[in-house]
């Protein structure tokens, strides 16, 4: 049994898939409290659900591409049976995890869009750091940066762990209304990084606090 937080059919904000039509599964519970989090509401609120309720549910939305998410999709132990079966369905399956967990029992197909935590979010000593030795070509790892301390430390874990080769992408997310898009853009180029310059594409689709989108 998994506890849900909502399932919704909206455009792919983040990773790679950016634009895309996606069907989101959004997991309860976390146990990091990032200080820019957007979904605490996913801290508590959920209703249960078995796992063949959530792969209907996925499926009636006729779409290929799903994100599991959270909260911390990796805290409930059932969430690698629903990813399986996900799989079997026929869907290209990503989860968005907060790096904090191990990887290693995710299974292989599975997109894994990694956060490794910045100083800004309050929560940097939480990284697992062996997370990354798990990381494959198929896989991507985001940075939520907040200012150029955040920025500076993303560049030196990107760079010395060669995430630009390893990984898909390396997304470099700019905290909504907190650092403008158009500056963090500008440290990247002046760096000449390898790196993916993403904005939240949800937020200026529809309001920044909605819900469901």
Not at 25 to 31: K, M, S
Not at 179 to 188: D, F, G, H, I, S
Not at 204 to 209: G, H, K, N, R, V
Request: charged fraction near 25%; hydrophobic fraction near 40%.
């Amino acid at each position: 049994m998994l506890t849900v937080n909502e399932i919704f059919h909206s455009i792919q904000g983040e990773s790679d898939q950016a634009g895309r039509p996606c069907v989101f599964v959004r997991l309860t519970a976390c146990d990091l409290r990032c200080v820019w989090c957007d979904t605490p509401y996913a801290f508590h609120e959920g209703h249960k659900l078995e796992v063949e309720q959530v792969v209907a549910q996925v499926a009636a939305y006729g779409c290929d591409l799903v994100e599991i998410t959270g909260g911390e999709p990796l805290l409930q132990e059932e969430v690698y049976g629903l990813m399986e079966r996900l799989l079997v369905s026929g869907a290209t399956v990503m989860l968005e995890t907060g790096g904090h967990l191990s990887v290693t029992r995710v299974p292989a197909a599975v997109v894994k869009v990694m956060d490794v935590k910045c100083p800004g979010s309050g929560e940097c000593d939480r990284n697992l750091w062996d997370n990354l030795s798990s990381l494959t070509a198929r896989d991507q790892t985001k940075f939520v940066i907040a200012d150029r301390n955040d920025y500076e430390f993303a560049r030196e874990v990107t760079l010395r762990h060669g995430l630009d080769q390893r990984c898909a992408a390396v997304l470099f997310s700019p905290v909504h209304d907190v650092l403008p898009p158009v500056t963090l853009a500008e440290w990247v180029l002046a760096d000449r990084l390898a790196v993916r310059v993403q904005v939240q594409l949800h937020k200026y689709l529809w309001a920044p606090d909605a819900r469901g989108v």
